[in-house]
T-cell receptor
Framework: DQQVKQNSPSLSVQEGRISILNCDYT??????FLWYKKYPAEGPTFLIS?????DKNEDGRFTVFLNKSAKHLSLHIVPSQPGDSAVYFCAARPARNSGGSNYKLTFGKGTLLTVNP | KAGVTQTPRYLIKTRGQQVTLSCSPI?????VSWYQQTPGQGLQFLFEYFSETQRNKGNFPGRFSGRQFSNSRSEMNVSTLELGDSALYLC?????????????FGQGTRLTVV
């Protein structure tokens, strides 16, 4: 049961253009969402996050949009740079008052972004 | 401030053996979570330890176990290794576990079972 889905295994964009990575979730208990970036042979590094009370969060070239009704979020990178080439993971966690086995970060399978010079 | 340290970085084992992986979290972090990453499967949650207690567990067989020490360092053990256990094992530390706004990952241990 894939509760966090990244349906595009890969994405290729030109340097300077916009990269849009998408993520869908099914668990309505999720209320906090994160994006991680992972280079080969390294652990994932935190990129940006968004709480369910917001619909947008921006940090420099990175913006995350959340559409709660559609259970969909997206990460926009503008402008894309070759150094952004990595695997991007979407993750979600439940509300703080939930408990039991849902109390963890659930990750999608990742999207490999390639930014071509 | 030192990051999350995982040892060893690489490991080759044969089927049927057992293996122990180690994770030292960021100083002051009390939560350590373990994940298995395989091609096409993303990060699969194994378990989380907080203050020496297992607080949560994923859907992995009992061959996968862990523990956490009083200094928050954690170990993960896999017994009776199978070929399918070949993966990158990642640990992440955070101040409060799932309550944290982010978790910090180590570089991982690449386990190859032959």
């Amino acid at each position: 049961d894939q509760q966090v889905k990244q349906n595009s295994p890969s994405l290729s964009v030109q340097e300077g253009r916009i990269s849009i990575l998408n993520c869908d979730y099914t668990n309505s208990m999720f209320d906090y969402f994160l994006w991680y970036k992972k280079y080969p042979a390294e652990g994932p590094t935190f990129l940006i996050s968004i709480s369910s009370i917001k619909d947008k969060n921006e940090d420099g070239r990175f913006t995350v949009f959340l559409n709660k009704s559609a259970k969909h979020l997206s990460l926009h990178i503008v402008p894309s740079q070759p150094g952004d080439s990595a695997v991007y993971f979407c993750a979600a966690r439940p509300a703080r008052n939930s408990g039991g086995s849902n109390y963890k970060l659930t990750f999608g399978k990742g999207t490999l972004l390639t930014v071509n010079p | 401030k030192a990051g999350v340290t995982q040892t060893p970085r690489y490991l080759i084992k044969t089927r049927g053996q057992q293996v122990t992986l180690s994770c030292s979290p960021i100083s002051g972090h009390r939560s350590v979570s373990w994940y298995q990453q395989t091609p096409g499967q993303g990060l699969q949650f194994l378990f989380e330890y907080f203050s020496e207690t297992q607080r949560n567990k994923g859907n992995f067989p009992g061959r996968f176990s862990g523990r956490q020490f009083s200094n928050s360092r954690s170990e993960m053990n896999v017994s009776t290794l199978e070929l399918g256990d070949s993966a990158l094992y990642l640990c992440a530390s955070s101040l409060r576990g799932a309550l944290a706004t982010e978790a910090f990952f180590g570089q991982g241990t690449r386990l190859t079972v032959v």
